[in-house]
């Protein structure tokens, strides 16, 4: 898909009130998302200085993800100030990648920690996959075959498993950040940031908001599965963070 045929569909008969962003900011969001799609396979992002180190020492086979995770804490973190048209076109370039949206709301609800995690887990999978001459999607639809699929920490989190709450200062941010995105670019770039949306508001409790923001994402795109995935997970479910959350009166 061309972005610059796209510009003209940024108008959306959404389910939700969703930010829109300036032409002028809109545009420039897009002219960077085109620069970084011209420069693959190279990629270059723009960090916070004390991020930058991280993309230096990226494991092997995981760049893009350490990219990602450089974007995210940037985004979110402490310091964080109000995202530009580059630093969000970053955030909606790598959130294309199969597993990016995974690794962005664990980053974001639980710290930098989960998404460096995440970034070496997608390192070892590629290294595996590398050695038997065989590609990544083919790995892993022989662990789901064979019923080996790893249920380590970061699934376990990503299912609402676990007592500890994700950070609630974090977490407003990201969906400040998360919703500002969505509001800038395309229809056709927004499904992986509004199942991102969506995840986020389940993990803090409030899965009416998170169901809303996936009718958006399968609106645009009817046979997302990541969309499909969270839905099974929020209709059956809540985190068991905010299940054994203290009740309030």
């Known amino acids: 898909m061309d972005v610059r045929d796209s510009r003209g569909s940024l108008a959306s008969a959404a389910v939700i009130h969703l930010p829109e962003a300036s032409a002028e900011f809109a545009s420039d969001v897009l002219d960077e998302i085109e620069r970084m799609t011209d420069a693959l396979p190279n990629i270059e992002v723009h960090v916070s200085p004390q991020l930058a180190r991280t993309i230096d020492s990226a494991p092997d086979g995981a760049d893009e993800f350490v990219c990602l ?18 630093l969000l076109a970053q955030l909606v370039f790598f959130t294309v990648l199969p597993g990016a949206t995974e690794a962005l709301v664990l ?13 070496r887990k997608i390192a070892r999978v590629r290294t595996v996959a590398r050695r038997r001459r065989i590609t990544v999607d083919q790995y892993v639809e022989e662990l789901v075959a064979e019923q080996r699929v790893p249920r380590d920490k970061l699934v ?41 949306l ?32 969270l839905g ?3 209709a059956t479910q809540m985190p068991e963070w905010v299940e054994s959350a203290p009740e309030v009166r």
């Open 198 to 229: 969506a995840w986020l508001q389940w993990a803090s409790g409030r899965r009416a908001i998170a169901a809303a923001y996936l009718a958006e994402a399968t609106r645009i795109d009817a046979e997302n599965l990541l969309a499909y995935g």
């Open 156 to 196: 376990r989190l990503f299912h609402g498993e676990g007592a500890k709450s994700p950070s609630a200062g974090r977490v407003a941010r990201g969906v400040s950040v998360l919703r500002t995105a969505v509001g800038s670019v395309p229809e056709a770039f927004r499904p992986p940031l509004l199942c991102a």
């Open 69 to 86: 995770m450089a974007v995210v804490e940037t985004l979110v973190g402490r310091d964080a100030k109000d995202p530009s048209p580059t």
């Open 107 to 119: 980053q974001v609800a639980f710290g930098y920690k989960r998404g460096e995690q995440h970034a």
């Open 232 to 234: 099974v997970i929020f």
